[in-house]
């Protein structure tokens, strides 16, 4: 073998043995007549020194360059006294090359290995096989590896099998548009990369599998930002027999040994539950980040009868809902706070601030003293505190408060209470209307299985039907959603004929599935968890992209591989596709 050892595995314990090693040149220095060059591997790097008396190594190491791929035979040494490099888990040591091999060399580096570059994204992704060298992507594949890992123990420990479901399929609605593949056996015809594998492990649930799961490649032609990729992957998991506690304790139990394995730290379990509702009132989001508090306080019977015709008129007829934030803030910072909510639905934003004097804001004077007590006895208002308020229909002013909400923390900065804060977001609604498509749509998935007692409002009232849908977050992000599903076909027919199917049109889209839940489709659910969004947070990396090996920019484009190209005219014709030129 070209080594016999890694890096890493050297220390004061291997003092005086002869060693073989392989890596790349990380960094070189001359001092006195002696050569030092660091030479890296995956697993970390070791210092290398020749010494002109050792004639074959010291010329060698002379003409090494950044990047050569170098072999070395080698003693391993003490370091002198004072020379220690405590930063390396090797800075005890260094190795005395007694030959040195040149197995490649590199071309002038477009940027410098190291963690802090100053390369822009695309030059980064065109050289990714150099940026992927860095010891930071390193761990980003290292970390995902340990996590794909502790996934697979978790999941077969607790019965799950992984099954590949396919990557051509046909094209279903799902949110968002389907990357198209032709079929050149069968000409007009296309198959769809799938947007998930939903449909086919709710077969697999049919078929009797009943604990699947699989890590999956998913694609999706929508607009890019720091959480989407045009391709993606998902931890997806089904079970038959279960109710909603059932899938959230096996992901509890996966993540828990996901933290502990990957990252060595302990997480407690079960995590926290707010139904939707709830969690709206509260945080004005249904991905909140519940590390700092700063929860909303509904105001309405305090103004029920209020001076202030705003708030009486919101507090008769919807709602008024409230926030509390330390200040000081300054009139212009608080000015933009109101533009905030203007842009998230709302006709404004009232404040009162808390002085040694006394509450003060443009609409005190309208506010009679009990309000004004009741307000600090509801928000425990202290010396220095902004109380902001939004008032009107619930569906403008929680969303609202949720965007200020957000904005004050980004502003401020607390200290969280707690490095991981988990959150299980549960019973969703079922349907939301569409105006433009004048019908229901689905709020979250097609499939999802109303709640039982809600199954009546189907007819009656659509838009209150709560569901078993859930969503995971964590520290503000959703890194899983799932449902129980609809697992008889009457029911699913129901529900796709509200969203304005008509019945052969649910045959052509979702017969596949429909026609299954006719032959004894166990009731089952399941989840999908974002694997590149949760090593992202696990990283703190803010993008997807620094976590996915080869990814694409945020126009779907591969600087690495020039994806997507223009392909031959003979391509084309075999599949009996004709461009038109004109756009």
């Known amino acids: 073998m070209l080594r016999d050892r890694s890096a890493s595995d050297l220390g004061p314990g291997q003092v005086g043995q002869l060693v073989r090693l392989a890596g790349w040149v990380h960094a070189k220095r001359d001092h006195g007549g002696v050569c030092f060059f660091n030479l890296r591997d995956r697993s970390g790097i070791v210092q290398v020194v020749a010494h002109p008396e050792d004639r074959q190594a010291f010329e060698a190491a002379q003409g090494l360059g950044l990047e050569y791929v170098v072999a070395l035979d080698g003693t391993v040494e003490a370091r002198p006294a004072g020379t220690e490099n405590p930063k390396l888990s090797t800075g005890a040591i260094e190795v005395r090359a007694g030959k040195i091999s040149l197995l490649n060399p590199s ?33 980003h594949v290292l970390l995902r590896h340990a996590v794909a890992m502790a996934v697979r123990r978790v999941l077969d420990r607790t019965g799950f099998l992984e099954v590949e479901t396919p990557i051509l399929t046909k094209a279903t609605p799902e949110g968002a548009r389907d990357y198209l593949v032709p079929s050149r056996l069968a000409p007009g015809s296309f198959y769809a990369l799938p947007q998930s594998p939903q449909i086919l492990k709710q077969i697999l649930m049919v078929s009797g599998i009943e604990r699947y799961f699989q890590l999956a490649r998913c694609m999706r032609d929508e607009d890019l930002r720091a959480d989407r ?105 608080v000015d933009r706070l109101g533009e905030t909510v203007k842009t998230l639905g709302a006709k404004g934003l009232a404040w009162i601030e808390w002085k040694p004097g006394g509450p003060v804001s443009p609409i005190v004077k309208f506010l009679r003293p009990e309000e004004l007590d009741g307000l600090s006895a509801l928000f425990r208002a202290e010396e220095g505190d902004f109380l902001f308020f939004c008032a009107g229909p ?45 019908h229901w749509t689905f709020a979250h998935n097609p499939f999802t299985a109303p709640l039982a007692e809600e199954l009546s409002k189907l007819d009656t009232d659509p838009g209150n039907v709560r569901s078993h849908q859930y969503d995971l977050v964590l520290n503000g992000v959703e890194i899983a959603s799932g449902s129980i599903r609809n697992h008889r076909s009457d029911v699913q027919r129901k529900i796709l004929s509200l969203m304005g199917y008509r019945p052969q049109e649910m045959d052509e ?47 779907g484009v591969c600087p690495l591989s020039g994806a997507p190209s223009a392909v031959l005219p003979k391509q084309l014709q075999d599949l009996g596709i004709r461009l038109d030129q004109t756009k």
């Open 107 to 139: 071309k002038p580096l477009p940027f410098m290995i190291e963690d802090e570059v100053n390369a822009n994204e695309e030059t980064r992704l065109k050289y990714r096989y150099l940026d992927l060298r860095r010891p930071k992507m390193l761990g």
């Open 229 to 333: 990729q045009p391709e993606f992957s998902q931890i997806d998991l089904e079970m038959s027999f279960v109710e909603e506690a059932d899938v959230h304790a096996v992901v509890e139990d996966m993540l828990q040994a996901v933290f502990k394995e990957a990252l060595g730290v302990e997480i407690k379990t079960p995590f926290a539950r707010m139904d939707y509702a709830e969690v709206m009132r509260t945080y004005g989001s249904d991905k909140p980040d519940t590390r700092f508090g700063f929860e909303i306080k509904d105001c309405t019977l305090i103004f029920r009868d209020s001076g202030f015709k705003v708030f009486a008129d919101a507090a008769a007829t919807g709602t008024v809902r409230g926030l509390k934030a330390p200040g000081p803030l300054s009139r212009a910072e």
């Open 394 to 438: 619930a569906h403008v002013a929680a969303p609202a408060l949720g965007g200020l909400r957000k904005e004050l923390i980004a502003n401020i900065q607390p200290d969280p209470k707690t490095p991981w804060s988990f959150l299980w977001v549960t019973h969703f609604p079922l349907l939301e209307w569409s105006p433009d498509e004048n």
């Open 509 to 555: 889209q979702f017969g596949l599935l429909l026609n299954a839940l006719d032959y004894g489709a166990p009731p089952h659910g399941g989840i999908a968890l974002g694997y590149d969004r949760l090593i992202a947070i696990l990283r703190g990396e803010n993008s997807i992209r620094e976590v996915i090996a080869f990814p694409k920019t945020a126009k």
